[in-house]
């Protein structure tokens, strides 16, 4: 029996390859990769849990984020990142497979889904620079590419792959429902670098800037209204109650180079200053969190102001003021 790693997200596209091999006799492994801003909205676990496959997990490469500064340079839109990211991907499950002995790599590509990632050169491209070469299958449109090498040999029967194509989804939503699965109309949700808003743009100049690539500050630029203030130093506001409470747990449970400002007596959003802790980007934190939340006129106003070191200290003012004093405590 043939032993594949299967590139896994946990969408429906995945878990349609994963159902596929294993009716056609493959013995699978599931491999979910981290991308340092999570890529789609699809829970791995619950999906491999559900269809009784053994989930291992790995993270991208130290360089993974590399191909950013070359976007940045381009002036090319963010998505452009979108084969690079597969790439690197492709490069990771051929670990996993030297390291387990496993015979070949297999992801849910459609192909022609998606014009920034799933184009015929797109595979090729894979294929070549994981160094998997023919060892890497897209099971869902495999009828449509070349013979790979677990074809070859006899322990895979390619009529008993797919034939899917094109951006559609009828064929898709077709197939899940001969698995039992539930269909998906939305398509595959992505790379947040390329959807609606500013996130990718952010993403890129971020990298760019040589700003750190931790996953919390991927997560923290999600967040909150932005304000820059010089380098790679911003301050992020909440905009309500859920981007507050998102904004204090991440402070509290990443290693951020970072300062959290919250009102103490009067009600307004949370802030966080990244990057260095100017005394200007202090003052423009506070500044803005008194500002947004529209205080009386004179009305007093005390702001905690929590660092890595030491305990917090408290600002007071009143709304009148120009600038806080920073060095009351």
Known sequence: MPRAILLFSGSLDSQLAACLLRAAGVELEALFVRTPWKCGAHQ????????????????????????????ARRGVRPTQFCADCHQSLARCARERLDAVGADFVASGHVLGQKASNQKRRDYDRYAHHSGLGDRLLWPLSAQHLAVTWPERQGGLDRQRLGALSGRGRTQVNRLAQQYGLPPDSRGPTGCPLGQTGDFGSQVVAHVARGGSRAAAEFELLRLGHRVSVAGDTRVHLGRRQA????????????????????????VGPTAIVAGRPTARALDLAITALVRYAKLPPHAAWTVQVSERSGPPRRIAGAEQDDRPDLSRH
């Open 44 to 71: 791995p676990r619950d999906a491999a849990e559900r269809l009784g496959l053994p989930l291992a997990e790995a993270e991208v490469a130290a360089d993974y984020c590399d191909p950013l500064v070359e976007i």
């Open 243 to 266: 981007e507050n409470e998102a904004l204090v747990q991440l402070w509290r449970s990443a290693a951020l180079e970072a300062v959290l400002l919250e009102p103490v007596d009067f």
